[in-house]
């Protein structure tokens, strides 16, 4: 069945008979499986991929390394928790290595990441450390190609 | 002087294909949808391309051996073992070729002259015939019929068989039907074939896309080995037709009688693509099978498409062809793809391109992106509610 999500990841905008033909499945079959996904949380929700530079509103994206102390009984998620609900934190993983949580953030200047970092991130008493890392250009997102357009260049040839 | 006349006649009545005049019109038109080309739209998988990068750089940029590198050969003998359970020596039973179709080319150069018979199963891909023609040996069609779903029944292979014989082509997964041969469909007919003096070529480059069960070669019957000619290749399988590399795998007599044209005609195919299909071999199984997945999405969407449509199509179940029957619109094959063109954009290729027996059909290729097969969908709907 993860054929399905397979198929939604690739592109959301599919209807279920869509799906329900690529998968040689009945429309009630898809629309189940569809419906059951989204009761457990495997499909988590449904976003648009945007390439921001090409609009006019000017939006800068950081990853910030975070170094934490873990919380007795709670290991890290209590403090990834307290991070993860800013609304200016678009994702947040628990990493293996050096640090500890890897955020990224989106902010409309650069000044908004900086407040940000120093006045909600670092002073949290769990925070010990942050290095900030300012995004220059993103070339690629949840396995697609910005710039690059598709296009059909294949020549006429007898086959 | 006059140049004309020093051509061969036979190289002259080979009739134009079918298809060339449609893609000389694409090129005056925009916004054009074309299923037209059969080629996967996939770029060849990165570490493949890579590979070949890599050779470049380390300088081989020299001849292989006439009949291919022998790392590659045994690659390939690896696969058709683990593939399709087939055991050839790298030695002297596999020649690595610059496409499939140079193989076809020197088999029926190394089999066939004026006199011999070629038994070619149609609708199918056209060098079949162009090739037999430029030997001099005279191609016998067999009209498949869609009733078979396009599969080669031994009551058509046994009527089309003469003590002139000498090749049949076994053409599946089929180019233009998308039709394929199951391990029952071969047996029928290798009851026949078994015992005739003839020569089998299977062409074998769509074995990979295959849609419910694997495909079965039927060079893996033990009374047909030795009397098959297996061609397959890296073009569709890969996505690598621009690197132009195939192979031939057969009796050791035959591979030898071949290579031999092979070595003054070609002298090797080339070295980078060599390496390149190494790696593909390799590691190219989870490409290829993310591939078949993809165009298996796309193959329901095309074959639903016709058929919400109201033309009858049967189910393709190989290569990445369907083959829709557009009689019910009471337009010729031809009618049907020049008007679809002008008045709606999409290209699509007459059946009897393919073939007398094509008529009443088109081939439309889902090797291209579910968003343009989707749009053509909704300009062929127009085009025939119009």
Redo the contacts between chains.
Sequence with gaps: ME?IL??LEK?GRYSEE?IA????KSVEEVKEAIKKYEEENVIVGYTTLVNWEKTKDESITAMIEVKVTPQRGEGFDKVAERIYKFSEVKACYLMSGGFDLTIIIEGKTLKEVASFVSDKLAPLESVQSTATHFVLKKYKDKGTIFEKK?K?D?????? | MNVEDIILKKVKDIPP?G??KY?DM??EMKDVI?L????P?FTTPWNVSESGIYSLEKGHTHYSSNAGLIQLREEIANYQQRKYNLQYNPKDQILVTVGGSEGIDIALRALVEAGDEVIIPEPS??AYQGCTRITGATPVSIKLRAEDQFKLTPDLLEKAITPKTKVVIIPYPN?PTGAIMNRDDLSRIVEILKDKDLIVLSDEIYAELTYQDNHVSIASFPEMKDKTLVINGFSKAFAMTGWRLGYACGHPALIQAMTKIHQYAIMCAPTTAQYAAMEALKNGDSSVREMV?EYN??R??LV?GFRELGLDCFEPLGAFYTFPCIKSTGLTSEEFCEKLLMEQRVLVVPGNAFGECGEGFVRACYA???E?L?EAINRIKKFIQR
């Design positions: 054929e397979k198929i592109n869509q033909v690529m998968t040689g598709y059909d294949r020549e006429a040839i007898i086959i | 294909s298809i060339r893609f694409i090129n074309s037209g080309v059969g080629e739209d891909f056209v180019n997945k999405h796309r329901r969407v639903d291209s992106s579910m343009q989707i």
